[in-house]
T-cell receptor, first 113, second 113 residues
Framework: NAGVTQTPKFRVLKTGQSMTLLCAQD?????MYWYRQDPGMGLRLIHY???????AKGEVPDGYNVSRLKKQNFLLGLESAAPSQTSVYFC????????????FGPGTRLTVL | AQKVTQAQTEISVVEKEDVTLDCVYE???????LFWYKQPPSGELVFLIR??????QNEISGRYSWNFQKSTSSFNFTITASQVVDSAVYFC??????????FGKGTRLSVIA
């Protein structure tokens, strides 16, 4: 039982390049989330999904796209990376009940030059 | 709209001192859930506790204790006899209305030996 995993752990991109971050969870959770964390800004929600095939925008969705083709995976894409997207990205998952805990992946540190 | 405020950006204490991290929340829902997460220097986000709005009992877990007061919309976290290993960023979060978790901006705690 690995919980929530993220691939890759680190990545350096040049401005304009594209990449996809992969999040996988093995807890059969319905809900999945992508956050970014920047110094002094806390955790900001980028996009989320309440089930396979569904996605929704969070607080800071611009410049990102997501897909949830399988229940256990949630992909975050950057089509044309910008230096402002340099951040640590966290994926999380949970089930819908309020009593359920939200679990986080270990994070991906992305640097855009 | 839901909101979580952690007014203390950074706190420094000397080892063995007690320290309280404040969390104030806003929601119009009568059913809601409050969480605390810890983010140590290694970067992962670790779940500490969950509380629902119908249970105002304070909770103690070892050196950690939580004081939930609906009258002041607060869910404060106290570490007794702090240790260097308690140094981390601590996040308070609110779940209500079946919307994504709302996080505070976090409080960075430094415990000095």
């Amino acid at each position: 039982n690995a919980g929530v995993t993220q691939t890759p752990k680190f990545r350096v991109l040049k401005t304009g390049q594209s990449m996809t971050l992969l999040c996988a969870q093995d807890m059969n959770h319905e809900y999945m989330y992508w956050y970014r964390q920047d110094p002094g800004m806390g955790l900001r929600l980028i996009h989320y999904s309440v089930g396979e095939g569904t996605t929704a925008k969070g607080e800071v969705p611009d410049g990102y796209n997501v897909s949830r083709l399988k229940k256990q995976n949630f992909l975050l894409g950057l089509e044309s990376a910008a230096p402002s997207q340099t951040s640590v990205y966290f994926c999380a998952s949970r089930n819908p009940r309020g009593t359920d805990t939200q679990y986080f992946g270990p994070g991906t540190r992305l640097t855009v030059l | 709209a839901q909101k979580v405020t952690q007014a203390q950006t950074e706190i420094s204490v000397v080892e063995k001192e007690d320290v309280t991290l404040d969390c104030v929340y806003e929601t119009r829902d009568t059913t809601y859930y409050l969480f605390w997460y810890k983010q140590p220097p290694s970067g992962e986000l670790v779940f500490l506790i969950r509380r629902n709005s119908f249970d105002e009992q304070n909770e103690i877990s070892g050196r950690y204790s939580w004081n939930f007061q609906k009258s002041t919309s607060s869910f404060n976290f106290t570490i007794t006899a702090s240790q260097v290993v308690d140094s981390a960023v601590y996040f308070c979060a609110l779940y209500s209305g079946n919307t994504p978790l709302v996080f505070g901006k976090g409080t960075r705690l430094s415990v000095i030996a």
